[in-house]
């Protein structure tokens, strides 16, 4: 009789262990509100904008989620987006070749990460605080080089923007590039072993050590992959925009912690998925869009997304507990 009741509950238990359900019967519900108010949301048109813009935020985010499943958090990617494409022109306008800037900002983003990794890690300083710091001094650095009136990308760049945004057939190279990074964490965080030391990291510190992971070495990593992949971000989106911002990257540290919040990842760590991060990326995008389609103002982004950060937690944490029921 136990038998079989436990075998009727499998499939329940199996569903509920699906970790981007919540965020899946989301995504799903807003773009069925925002059709029906608007009835060309789902326009060749608006879901190629959607598109386009998605993996500026959607790189990032997948960063944060590695970092964040370590039990860190970044709050300076912004001000590294910003910093990226800025670096990256003024490199150029120094006559190096694109490629060669392009891959020496890459590297300069990494050390930023490197950086916040080893003064949090040295000094046992909680990363919230270094990271909150880092982003300060990135984003004053990014105005005082920049006056306020940022370089301009030079005609031998242009090989370059279309290896990155350029459009390939249907679709647009950062898409391309996005789901490339999506796939490669995924193969890294399921299916590696230096994966399984990640959420070890971020699950259990101490049992962890114990285990024999170097978890100051996971931890460094995960800083490392996030300000790496925020500088190519901002870099995508210099490109997509054909102009350098200083104020770009605003904010996008508390909309990529959303979005990889609403697809399943613990702010404690030890749990998430970069493919319940894109669903949340995804999700974030259409709200901003369709709020933009259905003519309504622009603060509306802002309430959207705390609610939805909020009734994800909810449900993720209920699914939690009825799965521990079933059991």
Known sequence: ??????????????????RELSSLVMLAVVVAVFFFIAGDFLSRDNLTVILETAPELGIVAAGVTVLMICGEFDLSVGSVFALAPIFTASVMNWGVPAGIAFVAVLVFCGLIGALNGFVTLRFGIPSFITTLGAMMVWRG??????????????PAAD????IIVGKMGLVYASLIWYGGLTLLLWILLERSKFGNWIFATGGNLNAARVMGINTGRVKL????????????????????????????????????????????????????????????????RVIDNGLIMARAPGYWFRVFIGLLTIVAVIINISIAKRMRRLK
Do not use: C, H
């Open 141 to 154: 650095i990014v105005l005082l080089v920049t006056g306020g009136w940022p370089p301009e990308y030079p």
């Open 221 to 284: 990593f995960g800083f490392i992959i996030t300000s790496l992949l925020a500088g190519f971000a901002g870099v995508v989106q210099g490109f997509r925009l054909g102009a350098l911002v200083p104020s770009a990257g605003t904010g996008i540290e508390l909309d990529t912690i959303a979005a990889s919040v609403i697809g399943g990842t613990v702010l404690s760590g030890g749990i998430g998925t970069v493919f319940g991060t894109v669903i949340g990326t995804f999700l974030i």
């Open 1 to 18: 009789m136990a038998n079989e009741t436990k075998a009727a509950r499998q499939p329940v238990i199996s569903l509920l262990a699906f």
């Open 159 to 162: 090989p370059l923007k279309m």
